[in-house]
C-alpha cells in the first residue's frame, strides 16, 4: 500500500482523511517530525495554499504529498473568513476565538442563519511536482449559537443542507459522508483509479 503523507499537523483533520482512504493509503502527517518546514499560506485561495504546502512537503518527504486547504465562507461577510479561517480571530486563535468572532459579526447584521458553505481543496504532489488538486464544497447556513462539541473549527455552527443537525452535532460517519473534504476525496480517489500512482 503507497504511503502518503499529508501537510499537516492537525490530529482531526489527519483522522478524517485516513479514514477516508483506507485501503487505498497508509497515512501520515507531520507529527514527529519536527524538520518538515513551516509553510506559510500566502495564497490568495484555497488551491494557492494547498499547492504551497504539498510541494514543500512534497520536497521534504520526497515521496506523495497531499495538502488541504478549507475553510468556511459566509455570503453576507463577502465570503470571509476564507482562506483565513483557522486565523480568523488572529495567528493564535482557538477554534472558540473564531466561532465567537464569527457570531460577532454576524451580530451586526440583519441575515437570519446566512448561507455558507465549507470549501475543500486537497493538492497531490510528489518530488516537488504538482500532479493534481481536486475540489468539494458542501452547502449550509450557519446558527446563531453553538451547537454540539463534535468536529472541529466551525463544525459546531454549521448546518448543512438537508439536515437538522450541525456538524458538530452530525455522527463522524454521518459528516464524512456528505463534506467538504469527502467531496474533494472522492474526486481524488476516482482520479487514482484512472492514474494508478505506481505509473506516475
Known amino acids: 500500500m503507497p504511503r502518503l503523507i499529508l501537510a499537516t499537523r492537525n490530529a482531526h483533520k489527519t483522522a ?6 483506507a485501503g487505498v493509503f497508509e497515512v501520515i502527517d507531520l507529527h514527529g517530525q519536527p524538520d518538515a518546514p513551516e509553510v506559510e499560506e500566502t495564497g490568495e485561495t484555497f488551491a494557492d495554499n494547498a499547492a504551497l504546502k504539498a510541494l514543500a ?3 521534504f518527504a520526497r515521496g ?3 495538502a488541504d486547504d ?3 465562507e459566509v455570503d453576507v461577510l463577502g465570503r470571509e473568513p476564507g482562506v483565513r479561517s483557522a486565523r480568523f480571530a488572529g495567528e493564535d486563535a482557538t477554534d472558540a476565538d473564531n466561532n465567537a468572532l464569527l457570531l460577532e459579526k ?3 447584521l440583519p441575515a437570519s442563519m446566512p448561507t455558507a458553505r465549507f470549501r475543500c481543496v486537497l493538492a497531490l504532489a510528489r518530488d516537488g511536482d504538482l500532479i493534481a488538486t481536486f475540489d468539494g464544497a458542501v452547502e449550509g447556513r450557519i446558527l446563531p449559537a453553538v451547537h454540539g462539541g463534535g468536529g472541529f473549527g466551525y463544525d459546531p455552527l454549521f448546518l448543512p443542507d438537508g439536515h437538522d443537525r450541525s456538524f458538530g452535532e452530525l455522527p463522524a460517519e454521518a459528516k464524512n459522508a456528505i463534506s467538504h473534504r469527502s467531496r474533494a476525496l472522492a474526486k481524488f480517489r476516482a ?4 492514474h494508478p500512482l505506481d505509473g506516475l
Not at 191 to 194: F, G, H, L, T, V
Open 106 to 108: 454576524l451580530a451586526a
Open 191 to 194: 482520479w487514482i483509479a484512472d
Open 57 to 59: 512537503i512534497s520536497r
Open 16 to 21: 478524517e482523511i485516513a479514514t477516508m482512504l
Open 70 to 72: 478549507s475553510g468556511l
Open 64 to 66: 506523495w504529498a497531499l
